[in-house]
């Protein structure tokens, strides 16, 4: 129920079977004797809105398990008769009304070019723009370092494998998979007032508990690596409830790379991630869980010989170390004055560590870049919710964050030229948040949430308050529409605060005084069921951004920024505006059969710091993707499946700043990226041609008895433009391209 305290009696049953259960005293319940296979499972209590569960993969290998969290209805019985009603859509958080959706870990493991990474799957909704060679979340034109993410509740650093180096907010891959992945949210407008310190949206990403009636185990090899995972109860089989679920993966990217299954020449990337859960339910004290994840990459690049330039990109070599991880213990207990309060002591750490040299034709090396980076989070959460009447629910909050860091970066102005510091740092400092929501439901039809969000970031002793309100009616019982509003706010990475460089009259000027960015935010839902296995749903948004960090005297805005890092003083006195309409017309699985229609059309445009406004790097103005996919039956028990998915996206080309016509190669070597600035006067004015990207993926499942046996073959190619540079033959402008291909073949048994 909507305060998270266990119900009683609760029937279960198997649609179109005689197969059934009730809840116990736990809220837990077992159906034994399902066939293998995709089953609609339904749940029922009086006084509350029955759960329709379509579609659900069952095979011989591993337990189905599922977590259901229903919801009181408003009117008296005898007033309406509730039928049950699909909308794999609507959001877990009862407190967003709009501008969120259900992330499902079993689409992220089914549609083509998801490759189980949640990052990826997320890319196919409405108003998200794929990054191409990254796995870098780009919402209704926001760069991708704005999303939040989170695990179990926890705020958390980028949580992609070889994060911020590929791109600011992006990676290649999420350290967590589909293994242990439970059902999440996937926030992209006006967020309710239990989200902060973000502005484009939010990845709140569930764990889900280990089986604790049975072993499970599971093992994938593929040309992408192999992964292993288990789960099972801890402590003796009936006696405790108490479970274990844990899964490690090792890429295989390097050998990949090397047979040119990846088109990154010269390049070496090799991963592993290992993450856990494990649950603790008590008798009187509530359920304990201690949760982690963790990522360790190692990248290489090597300079080919002088003889094989082709652009100036060339001819540098580069190296990176980077592990993260976080982890913690989550309490949760329901109060015998009612309500449910959480409470979470977790951990982050990120640590990068990283080089670059320049060479000339002779081969004599020259230092570029030299770096390192750690930063570290401990965390206090505590959450109360509380259902008082069927009417009015509550939710208050209190987030500590005590933020150490030591960082440092020098970097070289020139080529040729000594290597300067960027920044250096050591210390802590605080990030405090308390927030309140208060959901009333006035009639069947109409509801509202109001809440506040109170933050104080210790850094630059600075409060802010954040309003939250949204209202929903539902117009009929097929349709509905919603409207949100809400101030957001963010810091920056915490290096950003300690770059220092000299002014005019000597001494030093750093960042430390720079506020954070804010944004009003408004969205609005327009949702239409189209019988019980489709919806249509219409979005409208805007988003004023504002308090921006610019650089003075240039049309640098800190809302383009996709490096790791940055070089410049800034103060916030840029803005931004984004508005637009995202659409989403879906067909639920049935029969085997789904499909997808996603667009976006969008505006995203940056003020810098002499008032002007320009298109920003994000500005891609369209973003379309059609998805769908088939499933048979087939074996001679009729027990096998057989599946076909594929999609096709098409979005607006990157935005680039153009090199001036009769710059040198001097000209250029000059600059230490060997690029050009992109804070001329006319930046981001040019765009690629349309960009366009295909996946594709056949699996094929043999279920045998406490075994299930799946062939996987998947393919993704997609291309993104890294920017302009000079062919060293021709001494012509050439545009540089990344092309990302990724064919995964590979086997997985279940046991």
Request: aromatic residues 10%; neutral net charge; glycine residues 8%.
């Amino acid at each position: 129920m909507a305060s998270g305290e266990k119900m009683i009696g609760v029937t279960v049953v198997v649609d179109g079977t005689n197969m059934g259960s009730i809840s116990d005293e736990d809220g837990q319940f077992v159906i034994t004797g399902v066939p293998v296979g995709r089953h609609t499972i339904k749940a029922s209590f009086v006084g509350y809105e029955p759960i329709v569960l379509k579609e659900q993969m069952l095979s011989s290998g591993k337990e189905m398990v599922l977590s259901l969290r229903m919801r009181e209805c408003v009117n008296e019985l005898d007033e309406i008769v509730i039928k049950p009603r699909v909308n794999k859509q609507q959001p877990l958080n009862e407190m967003a009304l709009t501008g969120a959706r259900m992330f499902s870990v079993e689409e992220a493991t089914r549609y083509a070019g998801g490759m189980a990474d949640p990052a990826r799957t997320a890319s196919m909704f409405a108003g998200v723009a794929a990054s191409g060679a990254t796995n870098g979340i780009s919402i209704h034109g926001n760069s991708p370092q704005m999303l939040q993410w989170r695990i179990e509740g926890i705020e958390v650093n980028n949580p992609n494998h070889f994060s911020e180096i590929t791109e600011a907010g992006g990676g290649i891959f999420t350290s967590l998979n589909g293994s242990l992945l439970a059902n999440s949210d996937f926030l992209t407008g006006a967020m309710p007032a239990e989200y902060g310190n973000a502005l484009s949206g939010a990845f709140d990403m569930k764990m889900h508990s280990g089986n604790n009636s049975k072993y499970e185990h599971a093992f994938q090899l593929g040309t992408l690596g192999f992964d292993l995972a288990s789960e099972g109860p801890l402590g003796k089989k009936g006696v405790t409830k108490a479970s274990y679920i844990i899964n490690y993966r090792y890429s295989f990217l390097k050998v990949a790379t090397e047979l040119h299954a990846i088109n990154m020449e010269n390049e070496n990337l090799d991963y592993q991630d290992l993450s856990f859960k494990l649950n603790f339910p008590t008798q009187n004290a509530g359920t304990f869980s201690v949760w982690f994840t963790g990522l360790y990459d190692n990248y290489k690049n090597k300079i080919p010989d002088a003889s094989e330039w082709e652009t100036l990109w060339d001819m540098n070599s580069s190296w990176s170390k980077q592990s993260s991880f976080a982890g913690g213990l989550t309490h949760s207990v329901q109060l015998k004055k009612g309500g449910t309060l959480r409470s979470s002591i977790a951990m982050t750490d990120a640590y990068r560590k990283l080089g670059v040299d320049d060479y000339d034709t002779q081969m004599v090396e020259t230092p570029n870049m030299k770096g390192k980076n750690n930063q570290w989070n401990l965390v206090g959460d505590i959450l109360y919710q509380q259902k008082f009447t069927s009417r009015y629910t509550m939710l208050n909050g209190v987030n500590f964050q005590h933020l150490g860091f030591d960082l440092n970066l020098d970097l070289c102005p020139a080529v040729a030229q000594p290597l300067e510091r960027v920044y250096k740092g050591d210390g802590n400092t605080n990030l405090t948040r308390f927030f309140t929501s208060h959901k009333l439901t006035l009639t069947d039809r109409l509801s509202t949430v109001a809440g506040l969000n109170l933050m104080w970031f210790g850094l630059n002793n600075q409060w802010l308050a954040e309003p939250r309100v949204s209202v929903a009616y539902k117009t009929s019982a097929s349709n509905s529409v919603s409207l949100a509003y809400a101030l957001n706010s963010r810091r920056e990475n915490t290096d950003v605060y300690f770059v220092e460089k000299p002014i005019m009259g000597g001494g030093m000027a750093s960042n430390k005084e720079l506020g954070l960015t804010r944004s009003h935010h408004i969205s609005f839902n327009f949702s239409q069921r189209l019988g019980d296995d489709a919806q249509l749903k219409i979005e409208p948004y805007y988003q004023y951004v504002f308090d921006v960090p610019v650089e003075l005297g240039t049309t640098f805005s800190m809302i383009n920024n996709r490096a790791f890092y940055v070089n410049r003083l800034l103060v916030n006195e840029g803005a931004g505006r984004n508005y637009g309409i995202d659409l989403t017309l879906e067909h639920y699985l049935k029969n085997g059969f789904y499909g997808m229609l996603t667009a976006t059309v969008f505006k995203s445009e940056y003020r810098d710091a002499q008032g002007l406004w320009h298109n920003t790097r994000y500005d891609r103005r369209y973003i379309t993707n059609l998805l769908g996919g088939k499933e048979w039956v087939v074996g001679r028990n009729h027990s096998n499946i057989f599946g076909l998915n594929a999609r096709i996206t098409l979005q607006g080309g990157d935005r680039y700043t153009p090199i001036p016509e009769g710059m040198t190669i001097e000209e250029i070597m000059e600059r230490y990226d060997k690029t050009v600035p992109e804070d001329t006067d006319h930046p981001f004015t040019e765009q690629q041609k349309m960009n366009v990207g295909f996946a594709f993926s056949a699996k094929y499942t043999i279920n045998r008895k406490n075994m299930a046996h799946h062939f996987i073959l998947e393919y993704l190619k997609m291309e993104s433009f890294q920017g302009q540079t000079i062919d060293l033959k021709t001494k012509k402008v050439v545009d540089k391209f990344t092309s990302l291909t990724f064919p995964n073949i590979a086997y997985r048994v279940e046991f």
